[in-house]
């Protein structure tokens, strides 16, 4: 059973830190790995995707993988109470053919 | 250029009836994959459709059924509901199946059986 492993939180986060959001998943398959962000009542967005260990950087989201831990985090720098959602961390492989597997997430609070 | 587009965005349904639900994906978009999503959990796969050809299916029971279109629509088909089906069904539409290639979500449709 391939699992995706999310702290449920909530995270509670002041405006203007960073945010850490942290995902482990157990298929050592595991190729691809997105981030998505979910409003209350809503679908989820796309946020990040990352395919190769190390960092990678898009505006004020990093997204880290880290294949060799099975391991894969994002960081939200100054955080805004508009990133206050649900993140998601989705992996997917081959050998499923790349359906999404799905962490519970993390619900991120951002104090003002 | 359209998003991927659900319909209805809401509905409900009596326990033992019937459900079609709709998606269109964008353009140029040949995979369709359906999820359902209960309340505070991550969402479930249920169905991948490529090229019109089912690719992949989750662990839901024969109840569940779906189909692509020569235009790359997608419809979901839930018999004999029961108070569990109760969900958010997520369409989410990919150019291929691929290693690299991300997932874009209709905005849902929120299905509850009384």
């Known amino acids: 059973q391939k699992e995706v492993e999310q702290n449920s939180g909530p995270l509670s986060v002041p405006e203007g830190a960073i945010a850490s959001l942290n995902c482990t998943y157990s298929d050592r398959g595991s190729q691809s790995f997105f981030w998505y962000r979910q409003y209350s009542g809503k679908s989820p967005e796309l946020i990040m995707s990352i395919y190769s260990n190390g960092d990678k950087e898009d505006g004020r989201f990093t997204a880290q993988l880290n294949k060799a831990s099975q391991y894969v985090s994002l960081l939200i720098r100054d955080s805004q109470p508009s990133d206050s959602a649900t993140y998601l961390c989705?992996?997917?492989?081959?050998?499923?053919?790349?359906?999404?597997?799905w962490g519970a997430g993390t619900k991120l609070i951002i104090k003002p | 250029d359209a998003g991927v587009t659900q319909s209805p965005t809401h509905l409900i349904k009596t326990r033992g009836q019937h459900v079609t639900l709709r998606c269109s994906p964008i353009?140029?978009?040949?995979?369709v994959s359906w999820y359902q999503q209960v309340l505070g959990q991550g969402p479930q796969f249920i169905f991948q459709?490529?090229?019109?050809?089912?690719?992949g299916r989750g662990n839901f029971p024969d109840r569940f059924s779906a189909r692509q279109f020569p235009n790359y629509s997608s419809e979901l088909n839930v018999n004999a509901l029961l108070l569990g089906d109760s969900a958010l069904y997520l369409c989410a539409c990919s150019l291929v199946p691929g290693y690299n290639t991300e997932a874009f979500f209709g905005q849902g449709t929120r299905l509850t059986v009384v």
């Open positions: 989705a992996v997917s492989a081959a050998d499923s053919n790349y359906q999404l597997i």
């Open positions: 353009s140029g978009h040949k995979s």
């Open positions: 459709y490529y090229e019109k050809e089912e690719r």
